[in-house]
């Protein structure tokens, strides 16, 4: 009976790979995203200079002989100090990229089981738990990371459960909404009637079919979070030296813009923006990919 | 009768919604009474007729007796035990031998599982020792069962149509060797070639089978073609039950004869002559 060649059959995702590879703008966004991080992790082996050393030679004339050259070493000029842009820029763009995806990360593992927790308990446990997400929203998150950040000293991890704590309201939303209309839905039904187990209900019926809108808003965050960052950054108040960030790097570009250094400021906007745009394709490409009426 | 396998005595469903009619910034609840008190009897092996037009409670009583919503009053006596008392681990049990069949074909499968993972999901629910290789073996023979080739058992609900959607549902239920099936508008949402067909394999597997099934339908021709007894139900009341030939021919009630009446015929003549006889009447009442 089971020698038969079987049938291998077309999954959703399937069709949404499909779908999402024929958006160019997405495909072209994905294209660009990859090369950013490879460069941000390929790119410190080309480099001269270290994102800390000082070229002694440069500082104090930057304006004339910090420009981008490859004779010197400095693929992108020096900042100020005379230090390397070309490795100041990959590092930020480390940190900016590790700052969307952790906080994006955070975002999706604790929206989701929070909302899908939420939505398909209901009563007066949602209740509660949607009003509590009600009020942590209620407060400006800007101020509390600015105070977080001052209270405890600057640093990434403090920078990480600020944005880790903002994240994940927006998520657990969106997630509770889903699942309250999943809920109903009669093949949920069908696995009570037959006696499934709630957790397992939630984990072979529901997650799965939340994960197509969590992936999207997930792509549509990490751009948010690093806006977040780098608006920190620009303030004075998010990373620390030596390690920078897209943000503090723009921030001293444009500082600096009045004495014709303007690629300080164009090479990490670059890269920023290049970034952004990418996210917001790929993110819209995943929506039109999974979203297509729910068949 | 010891042959009785379901008996329904007085069963009872009510749910609070808002009384909009009655103001105020905080709503006031009134009751709304879906099922009021119904009884029947089911027997083993045999086929009840449920019909009523919709929302006069036939989906929440079916609903009431597996406890997928809970019931206000009543008992539902399940070889001689009330379903409605049993604990959560007894009422697992019994679980394996009541399963439900669902009205929207596509909308009752989880669209992101295959059509194996589908029909397996009482299993690994029931036999949790089964191997996987003993399952996907049952899967198989269940979708020869069913009418459909076992080669499909990858595919996703997706790519197939609304008649197989049907049949790996009913796959879904028969897999444990259920005793009762309860069918909820199988059918109203198929096509009339295909409800025959689907209605016609229900037939069969019960005949191989001998399961019982309640059968809940709009469609009275349909619920005439399978059932042996036929319950009318009006606003959660139970207006008439009996065999199916004293139902249909041999009507009551007064609600019985209009429903049956509502049935349109597949036959012109016959349906523009009654269509005539209506109108007549109608314009007769006016005055």
Same mark, same amino acid.
């Given at each position: 009976?089971?020698?038969?060649?079987?049938?291998?059959?077309?999954?959703?995702?399937?069709?949404?790979?499909?779908?999402?590879?024929?958006?160019?703008?997405?495909?072209?966004?994905?294209?660009?995203?990859?090369?950013?991080?490879?460069?941000?992790?390929?790119?410190?082996?080309?480099?001269?200079?270290?994102?800390?050393?000082?070229?002694?030679?440069?500082?104090?004339?930057?304006?004339?002989?910090?420009?981008?050259?490859?004779?010197?070493?400095?693929?992108?000029?020096?900042?100020?100090?005379?230090?390397?842009?070309?490795?100041?820029?990959?590092?930020?763009?480390?940190?900016?990229?590790?700052?969307?995806?952790?906080?994006?990360?955070?975002?999706?593992?604790?929206?989701?089981?929070?909302?899908?927790?939420?939505?398909?308990?209901?009563?007066?446990?949602?209740?509660?738990?949607?009003?509590?997400?009600?009020?942590?929203?209620?407060?400006?998150?800007?101020?509390?990371?600015?105070?977080?950040?001052?209270?405890?000293?600057?640093?990434?991890?403090?920078?990480?459960?600020?944005?880790?704590?903002?994240?994940?309201?927006?998520?657990?939303?969106?997630?509770?909404?889903?699942?309250?209309?999943?809920?109903?839905?009669?093949?949920?039904?069908?696995?009570?009637?037959?006696?499934?187990?709630?957790?397992?209900?939630?984990?072979?019926?529901?997650?799965?079919?939340?994960?197509?809108?969590?992936?999207?808003?997930?792509?549509?965050?990490?751009?948010?979070?690093?806006?977040?960052?780098?608006?920190?950054?620009?303030?004075?108040?998010?990373?620390?030296?030596?390690?920078?960030?897209?943000?503090?790097?723009?921030?001293?570009?444009?500082?600096?813009?009045?004495?014709?250094?303007?690629?300080?400021?164009?090479?990490?906007?670059?890269?920023?923006?290049?970034?952004?745009?990418?996210?917001?394709?790929?993110?819209?490409?995943?929506?039109?990919?999974?979203?297509?009426?729910?068949? | 009768?010891?042959?009785?396998?379901?008996?329904?005595?007085?069963?009872?469903?009510?749910?609070?919604?808002?009384?909009?009619?009655?103001?105020?910034?905080?709503?006031?609840?009134?009751?709304?009474?879906?099922?009021?008190?119904?009884?029947?009897?089911?027997?083993?092996?045999?086929?009840?007729?449920?019909?009523?037009?919709?929302?006069?409670?036939?989906?929440?009583?079916?609903?009431?007796?597996?406890?997928?919503?809970?019931?206000?009053?009543?008992?539902?006596?399940?070889?001689?035990?009330?379903?409605?008392?049993?604990?959560?681990?007894?009422?697992?049990?019994?679980?394996?031998?009541?399963?439900?069949?669902?009205?929207?074909?596509?909308?009752?499968?989880?669209?992101?599982?295959?059509?194996?993972?589908?029909?397996?999901?009482?299993?690994?629910?029931?036999?949790?020792?089964?191997?996987?290789?003993?399952?996907?073996?049952?899967?198989?023979?269940?979708?020869?069962?069913?009418?459909?080739?076992?080669?499909? @058992?990858?595919?996703?609900?997706? !790519?197939?149509?609304?008649?197989?959607?049907? =049949?790996?549902?009913? *796959?879904? /239920? &028969?897999?444990?060797?259920?005793?009762?099936?309860?069918?909820?508008?199988?059918?109203?949402?198929?096509?009339?070639?295909?409800?025959?067909?689907?209605?016609?394999?229900?037939?069969?597997?019960?005949?191989?089978?001998?399961?019982?099934?309640?059968?809940?339908?709009?469609?009275?021709?349909?619920?005439?073609?399978?059932?042996?007894?036929?319950?009318?139900?009006?606003?959660?009341?139970?207006?008439?039950?009996?065999?199916?030939?004293?139902?249909?021919?041999?009507?009551?009630?007064?609600?019985?004869?209009?429903?049956?009446?509502?049935?349109? @015929?597949?036959?012109?003549?016959? !349906?523009?002559?009654?269509?005539?006889?209506? =109108?007549?009447?109608? *314009?007769? /009442? &006016?005055?």
């Amino acid at each position: 009976m089971n020698t038969q060649t079987e049938i291998k059959g077309r999954s959703l995702w399937f069709d949404a790979r499909r779908r999402f590879f024929q958006n160019k703008a997405a495909v072209g966004g994905l294209v660009a995203l990859t090369i950013i991080v490879l460069i941000s992790f390929i790119g410190p082996y080309f480099a001269v200079w270290s994102n800390e050393e000082i070229d002694w030679d440069v500082m104090g004339s930057a304006a004339t002989l910090g420009m981008p050259s490859f004779a010197n070493g400095h693929f992108f000029g020096t900042d100020d100090l005379g230090r390397d842009l070309y490795s100041r820029v990959l590092q930020g763009t480390r940190v900016s990229l590790l700052v969307g995806v952790i906080g994006a990360g955070i975002s999706v593992l604790v929206g989701t089981v929070y909302g899908t927790v939420a939505g398909y308990v209901g009563g007066r446990t949602d209740q509660i738990m949607m009003r509590i997400v009600d009020i942590l929203m209620s407060i400006p998150f800007m101020f509390v990371i600015i105070l977080l950040l001052v209270v405890f000293g600057r640093s990434l991890t403090m920078l990480f459960v600020g944005i880790g704590m903002l994240s994940w309201l927006d998520m657990s939303r969106i997630v509770r909404g889903q699942t309250l209309t999943l809920k109903n839905k009669e093949f949920v039904e069908a696995a009570r009637a037959t006696g499934v187990s709630t957790p397992t209900i939630i984990r072979r019926h529901i997650v799965p079919n939340l994960l197509g809108i969590v992936a999207i808003y997930a792509t549509l965050l990490v751009p948010a979070m690093i806006l977040t960052e780098s608006f920190i950054s620009f303030l004075g108040l998010g990373v620390q030296e030596p390690l920078t960030s897209w943000g503090a790097l723009i921030s001293e570009g444009a500082g600096t813009i009045r004495y014709d250094t303007e690629w300080q400021l164009l090479f990490p906007l670059a890269f920023f923006v290049v970034t952004l745009f990418s996210f917001f394709f790929i993110g819209d490409g995943l929506r039109d990919a999974l979203d297509p009426k729910d068949r | 009768m010891n042959d009785t396998i379901l008996s329904v005595r007085n069963m009872k469903v009510y749910f609070d919604v808002r009384d909009d009619a009655a103001g105020g910034i905080f709503p006031k609840t009134k009751k709304l009474k879906a099922v009021d008190g119904v009884s029947f009897d089911l027997k083993a092996g045999e086929t009840l007729g449920i019909v009523g037009e919709s929302g006069c409670g036939k989906s929440t009583l079916a609903r009431a007796i597996i406890r997928l919503v809970t019931a206000t009053a009543g008992e539902a006596i399940w070889m001689g035990r009330d379903l409605l008392k049993l604990s959560n681990a007894d009422m697992l049990a019994v679980r394996k031998d009541i399963q439900m069949i669902f009205q929207d074909p596509l909308a009752s499968l989880n669209p992101r599982m295959t059509c194996g993972e589908i029909i397996a999901e009482p299993l690994k629910t029931h036999f949790k020792g089964m191997k996987k290789a003993e399952r996907r073996e049952k899967v198989c023979a269940m979708l020869e069962k069913v009418g459909m080739d076992p080669a499909v @058992i990858n595919r996703y609900p997706h !790519e197939f149509s609304g008649g197989q959607c049907q =049949r790996i549902g009913i *796959a879904r /239920a &028969l897999i444990t060797n259920p005793k009762l099936i309860i069918c909820d508008e199988p059918v109203s949402a198929l096509d009339v070639s295909v409800q025959a067909q689907v209605v016609n394999l229900l037939m069969q597997l019960q005949a191989d089978l001998g399961i019982s099934l309640l059968f809940i339908a709009h469609d009275l021709s349909v619920v005439k073609h399978i059932s042996q007894r036929i319950m009318v139900l009006y606003f959660g009341n139970v207006v008439e039950i009996g065999s199916a030939d004293q139902v249909i021919n041999h009507p009551a009630h007064t609600y019985t004869k209009k429903l049956i009446s509502s049935v349109p @015929i597949p036959d012109p003549a016959i !349906e523009i002559e009654r269509r005539k006889i209506r =109108r007549q009447k109608r *314009a007769a /009442a &006016l005055g």
